[in-house]
């Protein structure tokens, strides 16, 4: 059935995953602003009000609080609700039922109830946007115990991980970047999951472990093909879930290159990226040969004018320069 | 009022007040003594409001609580030695001891979870509510809250949107005109909850919440809207709790002194609910003295083997501190 090199842009892969979900499960359902708007949600929904109505795909006021409350609700009683939030800032409004609720919910309760949902939020970055249309809040859901966090960086992943997310019996925090809408990949037709808590390797290497996440995973790939002709071999990881965090793959690999390098979009300061370096040297520090490096957001608010914006997000170049650095460490 | 029930109904109403407040008080010396150590919000003086209510549902109807939800998690059918071992941190409780007494749920009785968050729930049922109308099934949502909640800006966003889906809920205020230690007239410039749902296009009725006949019929009419399609409602129900906001009385600093003065609290007292709801029984010669007091004994009986059962179960196990964070 499936066409091996079937090619899809990332977010005809959400809305086919979506299609394909609520097509073989009454209980999914498409709740949240926007989801009868491409100027919001690029193409992810096209085409899903037509073929299941608005019972099933519903258009909501500004009322993020309670629409996301609405989700756990409806997953609490059984449905398997997917709702969005076409700027991660927005959902900040939506804190009590995603931390408060959702996340305790199944512990609270002492397992005798569970709360299925996808809480799907999109990072919309860049195009002097500014501080309240751009941030990439990952590590703020990551903190809390009871939520997974997923960041697919391409097409493959996006449909395999919203299918394993819809799928999940817990809260799934689902996150992708506007900034790879358009990127194309291969995705098969049919049905499948990516598993949640699975990274994978990119390009295989020998030197350096660089360790990615959603758009960042695209930059270490440049900047690993790039220094391939410099005879530099580094190993590019893209964890794919934020948490629960792949520790095998990521220890595997920092073993056998003894360094480690992490590209992140978000900030700096208690982050993912210091999250993963916290873990590689509580666990396995005397494979390590060289200082653990982070390429972050500075711990700033995102600016508007495109100026300050081309320094403040990270591209494979800061990446290159970084592993340039690590890489004579060993020789100061 | 009579004619219209028959006795069993009327004498269900008053065994659930009494198995409600039988408990709860049965908690006061525990909680003084330092046995009980979760925070406990008792509901005595609220009663009417849940037994009726839960009286005008069916067991596949569900209901959200609060901070103060004993009485909801009762009257909607849950399980008195799993509540009260909830209460005691046991692994038996309803919630394995993860809980407490603020976090209870019965979900095979429709009772889907009470939390302490003020307002949590309210967009939670909303939820449970939609599932309903997506799924076409016919069964009402009671979202449970108190007066405090009317501050929170989740309530009017919940109502516009059950509103606008014309939603199964009913939004079921339990005014006790206190939010903690704050009196209403400090928490609201006019004084009219009921009205709350009125610019969202919703109807508001307020109730007599220490009449039980008065909160089922109110609550009876609601479900009927409801059912056929016209919800949601708004019901606001007007009550006072006898003891504190938290434990048996306000216990500000350990003082162990209520906040409020003695003889609004007394003023009260003689408007119980119970008392009211008995007076009315003898009246219509549907109970007499002894029957009450056999009810009184049989329930004193199941309050005393619900606290053996949670005294005699054993703690969740230290090595299953982190089971049920995920559901695996």
């Not at chain 1, 992708?176 to 291969?186: A, I, K, P, S, V």
């Not at chain 1, 495109?306 to 460490?329: G, M, R, T």
């Not at chain 2, 508001?204 to 479900?223: C, F, I, P, Q």
């Amino acid at each position: 059935m499936s066409l091996k090199n079937r090619k899809l842009q990332y977010s005809l892969a959400i809305n086919e995953a979506i299609h394909q979900m609520m097509e073989i499960d009454e209980s999914v359902f498409l709740i949240g602003q926007g989801v009868k708007s491409p100027w919001y949600v690029g193409n992810t929904a096209r085409g899903l009000l037509e073929r299941f109505g608005d019972e099933r795909v519903i258009d909501t006021p500004v009322s993020e609080n309670a629409i996301t409350g609405a989700a756990v609700g409806a997953a609490i009683a059984g449905m398997r609700p997917i709702v969005v939030h076409p700027r991660m800032d927005f959902m900040m409004y939506a804190m009590d039922p995603i931390i408060n609720e959702s996340a305790n919910w199944h512990y609270m309760f002492g397992g005798n109830s569970t709360v299925p949902v996808v809480i799907w939020s999109i990072i919309n970055r860049g195009g002097e946007q500014a501080a309240q249309h751009s941030q990439s809040l990952h590590t703020l859901c990551a903190h809390i115990p009871g939520l997974k966090v997923v960041m697919p960086a391409t097409p493959y992943d996006v449909k395999g991980l919203m299918i394993a997310a819809i799928k999940d019996d817990n809260p799934v925090i689902y996150i992708d970047d506007r900034w790879l809408y358009n990127l194309e990949g291969d995705v098969p037709e049919e049905i499948y999951s990516v598993p949640i808590g699975k990274g994978i390797i990119c390009k295989k290497g020998k030197d350096i472990t660089l360790v990615s996440v959603s758009y960042m995973a695209i930059e270490a790939i440049k900047a690993a093909e790039y220094l391939k002709k410099e005879g530099i071999d580094v190993e590019v990881i893209d964890l794919r879930s934020v948490k629960p965090i792949d520790k095998e793959l990521l220890f595997e690999s920092v073993k056998k290159t003894g360094r480690l390098i992490i590209a992140d979009c978000g900030w700096k300061t208690c982050g993912f990226a210091a999250e993963i370096s916290a873990m590689v040297c509580e666990n396995i520090f005397e494979y390590l040969k060289s200082p653990i490096a982070r390429i972050t957001l500075p711990d700033t608010p995102a600016p508007a004018s495109f100026a300050l914006e081309k320094v403040y997000y990270p591209k494979s170049d800061n990446i290159i320069a970084k592993i340039q650095e690590v890489l004579k460490w060993e020789t100061k | 009022m009579r004619k219209k029930y028959n006795k069993n109904f009327l004498v269900g109403l008053y065994r659930t007040m009494m198995r409600i407040r039988i408990c709860e008080e049965s908690l006061v010396e525990p909680i003084l003594r330092g046995e009980v150590k979760c925070p406990c919000h008792l509901y005595s003086g609220e009663e009417a409001i849940a037994t009726g209510v839960c009286a005008a549902l069916d067991e596949s109807d569900y209901i959200f609580g609060s901070h103060r939800s004993h009485g909801h998690y009762l009257a909607k059918g849950g399980s008195m030695p799993e509540l009260i071992a909830e209460i005691y941190g046991k692994e038996t409780g309803c919630s394995k001891g993860r809980g407490g007494s603020m976090h209870l749920i019965a979900p095979e009785k429709g009772m889907l979870g009470a939390v302490p968050i003020v307002g949590g729930t309210i967009s939670i049922a909303l939820g449970a509510a939609l599932a309903s109308k997506i799924r076409k099934q016919k069964r009402v949502t009671v979202s449970f809250f108190g007066d405090g909640t009317t501050g929170e800006g989740v309530l009017y966003e919940s109502l516009n949107f059950a509103s606008l889906k014309k939603l199964p809920i009913i939004f079921a205020c339990e005014n006790n005109l206190y939010s903690t230690h704050l009196p209403i007239r400090e928490c609201r410039l006019q004084n009219n909850i009921f009205k709350t749902g009125v610019p969202f296009g919703i109807p508001g009725d307020r109730v007599d919440g220490n009449n039980v006949l008065k909160v089922y019929e109110s609550t009876k009419a609601a479900v009927e809207i409801c059912k056929k399609g016209n919800g949601p409602v708004f019901i606001e129900f007007l009550t006072y709790r006898l003891r504190g906001h938290v434990g048996p009385d306000d216990n500000i600093h350990g003082m162990r002194t209520d906040i409020r003065p003695k003889e609004e609290i007394e003023r009260w007292q003689k408007k119980d609910p119970i008392k009211r709801y008995e007076r009315f029984l003898f009246k219509n010669k549907i109970l007499v003295k002894q029957e009450v007091e056999m009810i009184r004994k049989e329930v004193e009986q199941e309050v005393n083997n619900s606290f053996a059962f949670a005294l005699s179960s054993s703690y969740p196990k230290e090595m299953e501190l982190t089971k049920y964070v995920f559901k695996e």
